[in-house]
T-cell receptor, first 112, second 112 residues
């Protein structure tokens, strides 16, 4: 059974601070990794994807990937109250084009 | 922009009813997915489809079936609704250029 693990939280972050979210996965052959944001009662929306080891930055978001250690992380800099949401880590399954395994999500709460 | 729509945002049905949930995407995507999402359990894949009339079971197909007669439309069918099928149902479409899934707004189903 392929697994994607995340801390459920809630992760409480002061406004303006950095939120750090971690995700580990079991499918060693996975090549594509995604972070989705989901507001309460809404559907997930894609915020970042990463394919190569290292860091990828997009605005206040940075995704980090380490395939050897099988973890992917997301940093949110200068956290804002609007960042309060659940963040889902997703990993594309090996040889199953388009099929993703999702973690259960980490709830982030940004406090003013 | 990728647009994925679902036929209903909220639905109330009675035990034993046959329920149809429809999903439509306008980007000519081949791969489409149906998930359910429950608190603490994350997104669980019910069924997916790689093309018209092609379907594959996901992790929790029991009690569900699907139909894909046209490329843009992927329907989830609850043959005889039960209370344990009360959930949020999410449809997704796979964008091969971004190599990721985009979600519809979701259908919150309550089975009484």
């Amino acid at each position: 059974q392929k697994e994607v693990e995340q801390n459920s939280g809630p992760l409480s972050v002061p406004e303006g601070a950095i939120a750090s979210l971690n995700c580990t996965y079991s499918d060693r052959g996975s090549q594509s990794f995604f972070w989705y944001r989901q507001y309460s009662g809404k559907s997930p929306e894609l915020i970042m994807f990463i394919y190569s080891n290292g860091d990828k930055e997009d605005g206040r978001f940075t995704a980090q990937l380490n395939k050897a250690s099988q973890y992917v992380s997301l940093l949110i800099r200068d956290s804002q109250p609007s960042d309060s949401a659940t963040y889902l880590c997703a990993v594309e399954e090996t040889d199953s084009w388009g099929k993703l395994q999702f973690g259960a999500g980490t709830q982030v709460v940004v406090t003013p | 922009d990728v647009k994925v729509t679902q036929s209903s945002r909220y639905l109330v049905k009675r035990t034993g009813e046959k329920v149809f949930l429809e999903c439509v995407q306008d980007m000519d995507h081949e791969n489409m997915f149906w998930y359910r999402q429950d608190p603490g359990l994350g997104l669980r894949l019910i069924y997916f489809s790689y093309d018209v009339k092609m379907k594959e079971k996901g992790d929790i197909p029991e009690g569900y079936s699907v139909s894909r007669e046209k490329k843009e439309r992927f329907s989830l069918i609850l043959e005889s609704a039960s209370t344990n099928q009360t959930s949020m149902y999410l449809c997704a479409s796979f964008d091969p250029r971004q190599e990721t899934q985009y979600f519809g707004p979701g259908t919150r189903l309550l089975v009484l």
